[in-house]
């Protein structure tokens, strides 16, 4: 298994151009989010899945859109990319809500730069 | 706004010796997980402590819950350089996601 993966893995954006984060997991998890990580700040959600076709906003979702057409994908959209939204974003997946089955796998991350 | 807070923020010791962290939370939780970072990698899980759980260990590791301080703690006994890593809290109130603190980022001397 290759558990989550992460496309790309290293971006440079100018403002304003747009780009789409993939990620893919092959372990049948229902659960899915997107994470960024900045300096100092932790890990922020920015949205989430809990299934296919459903998507929710998390803490920071301003800026990026989501969509979950198959249950192995999970796809974060930057429609005019700013350079507030330079950061490293991690992808990850976890069954859903089941005694034992709380664990998330995390992707190895995606560093976007956006000039 | 973050749920888990890291304390201390960096901490640096030798190797073999214990290093603890701390991680304190504000609503009530389900569970608290911890994970490991290493640099320019994904987080990795170490270890879930449930509500009703006061301590567990896993190896190394040892976890502690106090949910009426609404606290945990993290001891890594021994520790060894490949010990250096960020390590984060994680709490789930059973909202279908977790909320991760900032990390402490330990350092161990070989």
């Known amino acids: 298994n290759a558990g989550v993966t992460q496309t790309p893995k290293f971006r440079v954006l100018k403002t304003g151009q747009s780009m789409t984060l993939l990620c893919a997991q092959d372990m049948n998890h229902e659960y899915m989010y997107w994470y960024r990580q900045d300096p100092g700040m932790g890990l922020r959600l920015i949205h989430y899945?809990?299934?296919?076709?459903?998507?929710a906003k998390g803490e920071v979702p301003d800026g990026y859109n989501v969509s979950r057409l198959k249950k192995q994908n999970f796809l974060l959209g930057l429609e005019s990319a700013a350079p507030s939204q330079t950061s490293v974003y991690f992808c990850a997946s976890r069954h859903y809500r089941q005694r034992g089955r709380e664990t998330q796998y995390f992707g190895p991350g995606t560093r976007l730069l956006v000039l | 706004s973050q749920q888990g807070e890291e304390d201390p923020q960096a901490l640096s010791i030798q190797e073999g010796e214990n290093a603890t962290m701390n991680c304190s939370y504000k609503t009530s939780i389900n569970n608290l997980q911890w994970y490991r970072q290493n640099s320019g990698r994904g987080l990795v899980h170490l270890i879930l402590?449930?509500?009703?759980?006061r301590e567990k260990h896993s190896g190394r590791l040892r976890v502690t819950l106090d949910t009426s301080k609404k606290s945990s703690s993290l001891l890594i006994t021994a520790s060894r350089a490949a010990d250096t890593a960020s390590y984060f809290c994680?709490?789930?109130?059973?909202?279908?996601?977790?909320?991760f603190g900032i990390g402490t980022k330990l350092q161990v001397i070989p």
């Open positions: 899945s809990v299934g296919e076709g459903t998507t």
């Open positions: 994680a709490t789930d109130a059973g909202y279908q996601k977790v909320t």
């Open positions: 402590i449930r509500s009703n759980e």
